[in-house]
Antibody
Framework: EVQLVESGGGLVQPGRSMKLSCAASGFTFNNYDMAWVCQAPKKGLEWVATISYDGSSTYYRDSVKGRFTISRDNAKSTLYLQMDSLRSEDTATYYC?????????WGQGTLVTVSS | DIRMTQSPASLSASLGETVNIECLASEDIYSDLAWYQQKPGKSPQLLIYNANSLQNGVPSRFSGSGSGTQYSLKINSLQSEDVATYFCQQYNNYPTFGAGTKLELK
């Protein structure tokens, strides 16, 4: 059974950093691209970033370019999202997802609240 | 970015009814379209990919159609467990989602 379990969310002050993790199991992690998708409270879904199966390519939405870094450790079957210079508008639940263009599997999400 | 305009924003329907949700892309996305169902407090679940392919385990009352810029999700014989918010997503370019359709029971 495919499982994706996010961790690392919480309350953080504007301008500070936070690192999210997503532990994957139930599939061959290094065969798949992975992504982060966020959802602000009571709002819709927004793609954040994607990383290729081997980590060689990364893609970001414009609003996080230069502030967020997606990475992966295939030996640990773990996906990461390093978030720097956080803003109040980054407040959202962050989901990791297995990507094939579409997102077939999602984690339960981890809430990041950016507030002073 | 490719804009996805989803309609209606909300919808009220009776049990057993057929429901249609539409998604209009700002440019041709060549059937690179998925549909998701999200229940309150839960993660989104994939229903349809490639515009009309049913994800494993999804009931056959769900179906997708469309091409070019216009796509739709159809739910036949609405069940109580179908109450949820539905999102479309294109992946022809960097992924973008529709704003969602909240489906309630009448």
């Amino acid at each position: 059974e495919v499982q994706l379990v996010e961790s690392g969310g919480g309350l953080v002050q504007p301008g500070r950093s936070m690192k999210l993790s997503c532990a994957a199991s139930g599939f061959t992690f290094n065969n798949y691209d992975m992504a982060w998708v966020c959802q602000a409270p009571k709002k819709g879904l927004e793609w954040v970033a994607t990383i290729s199966y081997d980590g060689s390519s990364t893609y970001y939405r414009d609003s996080v370019k230069g502030r967020f870094t997606i990475s992966r450790d295939n030996a640990k079957s773990t996906l990461y999202l390093q978030m720097d210079s956080l803003r109040s508008e980054d407040t959202a639940t962050y989901y990791c997802a297995r990507s094939f263009g579409w997102f077939a599997y999602w984690g339960q999400g981890t809430l990041v609240t950016v507030s002073s | 970015d490719i804009r996805m305009t989803q309609s209606p924003a909300s919808l009220s329907a009776s049990l057993g009814e057929t429901v249609n949700i539409e998604c209009l892309a700002s440019e041709d996305i060549y059937s690179d379209l998925a549909w998701y169902q999200q229940k309150p407090g839960k993660s989104p679940q994939l229903l349809i990919y490639n515009a009309n392919s049913l994800q494993n385990g999804v009931p056959s009352r769900f179906s997708g159609s469309g091409s070019g810029t216009q796509y739709s999700l159809k739910i036949n014989s609405l069940q109580s467990e179908d109450v949820a918010t539905y999102f479309c997503q294109q992946y022809n370019n960097y992924p973008t989602f529709g704003a969602g359709t909240k489906l309630e029971l009448k």
